[in-house]
């Protein structure tokens, strides 16, 4: 099986991305499943159901997310309709939405997806160690094949989930720094791990936002208005091969693709 992880969508630029080239890389690898971070698609912060929808049509199955979910308050009653549109598992229970989604492609077994959220510099949410072990407990009684989308700040902290996990799911990914990491591996236990997918949007830029705003803030501490950048639009993420039958994960490998 297949299994196509798409890195943090930012903005327009990483729509267009998304429109422009999925279509063609879900046909080319013979993906069954694709999930995205779409916490930053809705000009850089935030996610919209327009959007959402936009999403889906052009084949992303699974959508993850994030810290920056909550920066557009009217995709919130989204998160009780949409099963595929998930927020971190491990923020508090009263918070709507579902941080776990199965996932049944067409003739192929189902695949488990659980989004977690680091407490490192983040917000200081339930401990994502002990969120994973209960969800697992339920992935677990539906499929083999389980991906982690781990969102955080410290590498330490997501190098940590991944060894934590090892073994227990198909993939650790992180997301949230934007910065494509060149650490991906199959860690002993056969879980394919990446400290970061990297991020679908420009790369012209500080993580996806106009140079100069980010800059201006840095140097007088000021607050600055921040705008999604334009240039260098690239795909980018990781297309991992996982055995079917034990769930093992067989490859990953980083995707990184411009867009004209």
Sequence with gaps: MNI???????????RRAISGLLPDVIEKHDVHVCVANG?????????TETI???LHQCGVDVITSGNHLWDRKEIIPLLDEDPFLLRPANYPPE?????TAIFEPPGGPPVGVLNLQGRVFISPIDCPFRVADRELGYLKERTRIILVDVHAEATSEKIALGWYLDGRVSAVVGTHTHVQTADERILPGGTAYITDAGMTGPHDSIIGVK????????????PTHF???????????VLIKVDQ????????????????
Aim: glycine share 14%.
């Design 39 to 47: 916490e930053n698609a809705a000009g850089g912060f935030g996610l």
């Design 52 to 54: 959402v929808r936009e």
């Design 211 to 222: 140079k100069k705003a980010v800059l201006e803030r840095f140097l007088t501490q000021l």
């Design 245 to 260: 039958d034990s769930g093992r994960a067989i490859e990953i490998d980083r995707i990184n693709i411009n867009h004209p």
């Design 227 to 237: 705008e999604t950048a334009t240039s260098d639009v690239r795909l980018c993420g």
């Design 4 to 14: 196509l992880f798409i890195a943090d969508i930012v903005g327009r630029p990483g």
């Design 95 to 99: 918070v709507p939405g579902c941080g």
